[in-house]
């Protein structure tokens, strides 16, 4: 017989796992006979009196609630004793309260959750520790706006002495217990004041009335006892709610809504800077461009960012490129977790050192590798592209092409997220649109856009060169739409919105040295180039025989119309089209002498007789260009040409002769031929005034600037200028293609922080883009820019937010009339351009990125140079009016922006930024305002499990609204400075309960088109994946694995399906209202389903794959069980329902609904 164990505390019992003493010391346990198994079925036992005992009973509909909440409402003295998880039906109750007459007392107590989890951080247990878990529970979970009416007069009750309020005070032993004292009766036990323990979950509690007498008066006593460890929580109750929920005026509501998007808390945790590497902080601007950008990204799953020049894009493509690779981790759909960047060889290094600062692993290839035939190396390269969930391109605007190498490559590509990062403004022009539609997904996008894709998609030309259709139905409205469609994913802002952010915190906005940050002033300046009125007078000769070619180099070598709307709708195109080539290609035989001789003499004659040519005859030292950087020669081009007939594709019979008969197209050619000869003898006795003129020029700020940069389009000509600078005191950089070399060394001495000093770097525009050169503080232009585009990315090197200069200088040539272009060389030369890149070209034109995407040829225009001259004055004009223009170009967020900000907005700036840095003050704020019918506005929180959301539902729309543009323009014509403002009374509360409900039953157009798309994808394929009755053959079969695993399988295809229609509120176990976050669900599905993807763009011929695509391959290679199981996974499946998400809120009431209501609570 063993002994008795002492009796001791209940906590010193535990047993050791080590301890062979205690084991020995424990008393047998008695072995229990199982229970016979009784053949005769016997009857339930009796449920005992719902009165002494209330309980959640199914079958009889009996629940606690019916018992307890009754009594409670009746009651003039009530003390509730509750867990703190209870606050939405307390504030019902309190709110119940206030509505009665006479007097009464209420005391409510909150106690411990000790299953509550999550709690963000950890406290030293404390006074105020159990009233911080309260309140973050509660703002992080929020209240659900149908109870807006409920909190505010919760909110005004507990304003009056009829009730205490108290919590747990003794946090070593907290109030877990659950007693419910009305006037008569009083209730203790299991139930929670929530919805599982009033009415679904089976409980056990005992309820005791006053006649009970004893058993009465100890539970009261126990209930009072437990009152008196309490302490005092009203004031902080009131405050807490407040926070929760506020009646506003419409224009508070409406700011909160917007920081909410602009500015939302929700994706800062994407921001955060480890504070163990060397990265710099980022800027507001930065972190605000992050959340937009994650915003596009669960909108759409990709994002164009096209910001200005200068302001961060690569630190900022690189956070965008951490937090879409974060959320992928976040949601379990990681499976390849480093991004790919493909960016212009010059920036990968500043790709590298952003990405390595926050610890951000990432491969980065230049473009020109997509650009390569094929081979291994590049089929490698395209392998790793094909596997990137994430993929970023940097400079996207070089991809428009489709007919390039690195754009199929680009487009064959399926990565979960992609990032198009572009200092460009999208170009006008119909293929364009289409490209950047192809990339950011056609899924994401409506079904009439898609249509207008497909339709383009068909159009391509048959061997003799006509469209397999007729025209394109693609008109301007058409056009319109297509661009409006892009802006709703494009996040832009222009130096202007940049400096109006510096404006508002100018000391957060700090470069690497640590100084303030702003884009410096640009500062025009003209020189005069210096040419002699005999240049001049030479110069006109030159013109007189340049109107006497032909341009037989320029004639295309293939006769072929493009194939463009444009041309398409022409009634007699061939003839039209061939008239209008021959026009071009004596203009441009002119332009390219003129624009060469314009950069220095020494270029006019590379253009005519070669580089080494041209060379020995003006320095006659050995040539410094490379072979592959050497160029021109048309003299022996045209001459070797003479008698090659270009390719004929055209219909009509009828062409000149030197376009059908070798004879005459070999005595133009040599006609051509000498005339440049010619040519070349006038521009020999020009004199060098004008290249003398710019190395003074250059010598002259470089003595007043550390740093200068000088720009021309041709190598040769900044070779002849360096040797004119040769002198001890000035160092000079040649930088162009040709010399890597230099151009590492000019971008290590020009960027930030530099130490260098007296050092001139001579660039072509090879360096114009995608570099940072801001430690020069002055620009030379030795050539002018005849287009804005280029003017702004050579000053662009210099114009940088981050720049140590507040003024920048920028000096260009003033051109005599004889020298200067005129706008009609220019239109043709871009029109050229375009041929040339749709059709190929015969010549190597110099390489000029400003014009690499040119308007679209028209067949109208009118092909004769015209006399208008361009000066700098006007490329100054026109690019000071190309920035207010760009200014107008709206992005995704424009609509929203315009609403706080700016002359236009409808909010004040003090109220926007009070809001915008305080969002987390209060989590929903309610408006309500007078109507001429019944509206109402909403903006869904963000979470993480998705970006906050507009809403916008009224009287006369079948199904809300929630793109951006729409719903601000809409509120436009319903708010403004004379909108009457009401009270937030039971006539708003019941109308944005109306309208609540109706949008529950359409949450699944809140959704992004592409998720929809997926969703209804899902209940066409799930059903057959269900597995098809088997025949049994025997019992054992019954029990074998195939039987099992069909069972498992319907189990899993049947819960899909009801998730996916039976979308109905159910509660946690924790009692909170929870719905299935189909969002998560879409995206899960789409991870999916990658592969697929991936395999029908590689077998099909077709230029868009469409989710409905892929219904064949799906429905013959369905997924494993096990990975449609994955697609249930709980974390993240399920979300809280739309009410508790609500933010802020404005009620547009009509006037006819107006009541005088004691409950109304105004601001």
């Not at 003499?601 to 020995?616: C, D, N, S, Y």
Request: charged fraction near 25%; charge should be neutral.
């Amino acid at each position: 017989m063993s002994r008795r164990l002492p009796k001791s505390d209940p906590s010193e019992q535990q047993l050791s796992l080590f301890s062979t003493d205690q084991v020995a010391e424990q008393a047998p346990v008695p072995e229990v006979p199982a229970p016979r198994r009784s053949r005769r079925r016997t009857a339930d036992p009796a449920w005992p009196p719902h009165e002494r005992f209330p309980y959640n009973n199914p079958r009889t509909g009996q629940t606690v609630g019916s018992c307890v909440l009754e009594e409670l409402r009746t009651s003039r003295r009530p003390l509730i004793i509750t867990g703190y998880t209870s606050l939405s039906f307390v504030i019902n109750l309190l709110a119940h309260y206030r509505s009665q007459s006479g007097a009464m007392h209420v005391r409510l107590l909150l106690g411990h959750e000790p299953l509550v989890q999550g709690r963000s951080t950890y406290r030293v247990p404390g006074r105020q520790s159990f009233a911080r878990e309260l309140e973050d529970y509660w703002l992080a979970q929020g209240v659900s706006v149908y109870q807006s009416l409920a909190i505010l007069a919760a909110i005004d009750f507990l304003q009056t002495d009829s009730i205490e309020v108290r919590i747990s005070g003794n946090l070593e032993r907290p109030v877990h217990a659950k007693i419910y004292q009305a006037d008569h009766a009083i209730t203790l036990g299991s139930s929670n004041l929530s919805n599982n323990g009033m009415y679904t979950q089976f409980e056990a509690n005992e309820r005791h009335e006053v006649f009970d007498g004893e058993r009465f008066t100890e539970a009261c006593t126990l209930a009072e006892q437990i009152w008196a460890t309490g302490r005092d929580y009203r004031e902080q109750l009131i405050a807490l709610l407040k926070r929760l929920l506020r009646a506003v005026s419409w224009q508070e509501s409406l700011a909160r809504a917007c920081a909410e998007v602009l500015d939302g808390l929700w994706a800062r945790r994407y921001t955060l800077v480890d504070p163990l590497v060397n990265a710099p902080q980022l800027w507001p601007a930065q972190e605000q461009g992050v959340v937009q950008a994650i915003w596009l990204v669960d909108q759409v799953g990709s994002v164009l960012v096209a910001d200005a020049t200068g302001s961060g894009k690569t630190r900022l493509g690189a956070e965008i490129l951490r937090a879409m690779t974060n959320r992928l981790w976040e949601r379990g759909r990681v499976r390849n977790h480093i991004p790919v960047i493909v960016a212009p060889p010059r920036v990968l290094t500043d790709w590298e050192r952003d990405t390595t600062s926050i610890n951000l692993p990432s491969e980065r290839y230049p473009h020109s590798l997509l650009s390569r035939t094929p081979g291994e190396q590049r089929q490698t390269r395209q392998d790793v592209l094909q596997r990137a969930q994430v993929l970023a391109i940097d400079e996207a605007h070089n991809f428009l092409n489709t007919t390039s190498n690195r754009s199929r490559a680009l487009l064959r590509c399926a990565p979960e997220h992609t990032l198009l990062l572009t200092a460009t403004p999208l170009n006008r022009e119909l293929s364009d649109l289409l490209t950047i539609i192809n990339l950011l997904g056609p899924d994401n996008f409506d079904d009439h856009i898609i249509d207008l894709l497909l339709q383009a998609a068909q159009v391509r030309p048959s061997a003799r060169g006509k469209a397999t259709t007729t025209t394109l139905p693609m008109s301007p409205d058409d056009i319109g739409l297509l661009q409006r469609a892009i802006r709703q994913f494009m996040l832009r802002r222009t130096k202007r919105q940049f400096n109006a952010l510096i404006d508002q915190e100018p000391e957060a906005y700090r470069n690497r040295l640590g100084k303030l940050c702003r884009y410096p002033e640009t500062r025009a300046h003209y020189y005069e180039t210096g040419e002699t009125a005999d240049d001049q007078r030479l110069i006109t000769a030159v013109r007189r025989a340049l109107d006497q070619m032909t341009g037989m180099a320029f004639v295309h070598k293939v006769l072929r119309v493009p194939d463009s709307p444009r041309w398409r709708k022409h009634p007699d195109p061939e003839r039209i089209w061939v008239n209008s080539m021959l026009q071009s290609a004596k203009a441009l035989a002119g332009y390219h002498v003129l624009a060469a001789l314009r950069s220095s003499r020494i270029a006019a004659l590379e253009h005519l007789f070669g580089t080494h040519a041209a060379w020995r005859e003006c320095v006659g030292e050995p040539v410094p260009l490379k072979q592959a950087a050497q160029t021109g020669n048309l003299y022996e081009r045209v001459q070797h040409l003479g008698g090659k007939l270009p390719v004929n594709m055209l219909e009509i019979t009828v062409l000149p002769a030197i376009l059908t008969d070798p004879e005459s197209h070999r005595r133009a050619c040599e006609r051509d031929a000498q005339i440049y000869h010619t040519i070349g003898k006038i521009i020999r006795t020009i004199s060098d005034q004008r290249e003398m003129t710019k190395a003074r020029l250059i010598a002259d700020v470089i003595e007043r600037h550390s740093l200068v940069i000088a720009f021309d389009a041709r190598p040769i000509t900044l070779h002849e200028i360096a040797g004119r600078l040769d002198n001890d005191r000035i160092q000079i950089r040649i930088a162009t293609a040709e010399r890597p070399h230099d151009c590492r060394k000019v971008m290590q001495e020009f960027r930030l922080g530099s130490q260098a000093s007296h050092t001139v770097a001579l660039c072509t525009d090879a360096m114009s883009e995608s570099i940072n050169l801001q430690a020069a503080s002055a620009i030379v232009h030795l050539d002018l820019p005849t287009v804005v585009r280029r003017l702004e990315q050579r000053d662009g090197r210099l114009n940088r937010m981050d720049s140590d200069h507040h003024e920048v200088e920028s000096w260009l040539p003033q051109d005599s009339p004889a020298f200067a272009p005129t706008s009609g060389e220019e239109l043709i030369y871009r029109r050229y351009r375009m041929v040339e890149t749709l059709l190929g070209g015969n010549v190597v034109l110099p390489d000029d990125p400003a014009l690499a995407n040119p308007e679209e040829e028209d067949p109208e225009a009118n092909d004769a140079p015209q006399a208008t001259l361009i000066t700098p004055e006007s490329i100054v004009r026109d690019r000071d009016q190309r920035e207010h223009i760009l200014d107008a170009i709206p992005d995704a967020f424009s609509p929203v922006r315009s609403l706080v900000i700016g002359n236009q907005a409808l909010v004040a700036a003090a109220t926007y930024e009070h809001y915008r840095r305080g969002q987390a003050r209060v989590v929903s704020s309610v408006a309500a305002v007078r109507a001429e019918k019944a509206w109402v506005f909403l903006c869904l929180a963000g979470s993480d499990t998705g970006a906050p959301r507009f809403v916008l539902m009224s009287s006369d729309a079948a199904v809300p609204q929630t793109g951006l543009e729409e719903i601000c323009e809409q509120l436009r014509s319903w708010l403004g400075p004379h909108t009457p403002q009401r009270s937030f009374d039971h006539a708003a509360a019941e109308q944005l309960k109306a309208y609540l409900e109706q949008l529950n039953t359409h949450d699944e157009l809140l959704l992004p088109r592409k998720k929809q798309r997926a969703l209804a994808e899902m209940r066409i394929i799930l059903p057959k994946y269900r597995p098809k009755p088997q025949r049994r053959r025997s019992k054992a079969d019954e029990t074998s694995e195939l039987d099992d695993a069909l069972t498992g399988r319907t189990e899993v295809v049947d819960t899909l399906l009801d998730l996916l229609n039976n979308r109905g509120e159910r509660h946690a176990s924790d009692g909170r209202r929870i719905t299935p976050d189909l969002g998560i669900l879409a995206d899960r599905w789409l991870y999916l389903i990658r592969p697929a993807w991936a395999e029908v763009a590689r077998s099909s011929r077709r230029k868009i794959i469409l989710l409905r695509d892929l219904r064949e391959y799906l429905e013959k290679h369905p997924p494993e069980t096990t990975e449609l199981d994955q697609l249930l996974y709980e974390e993240g499946l399920w979300v809280k329902p739309l009410d508790e998400r609500v933010v802020a809120a404005i009620v547009g009431v009509p006037d006819k609904t107006l009541e005088l209501s004691h409950n109304a609570f105004g601001t």
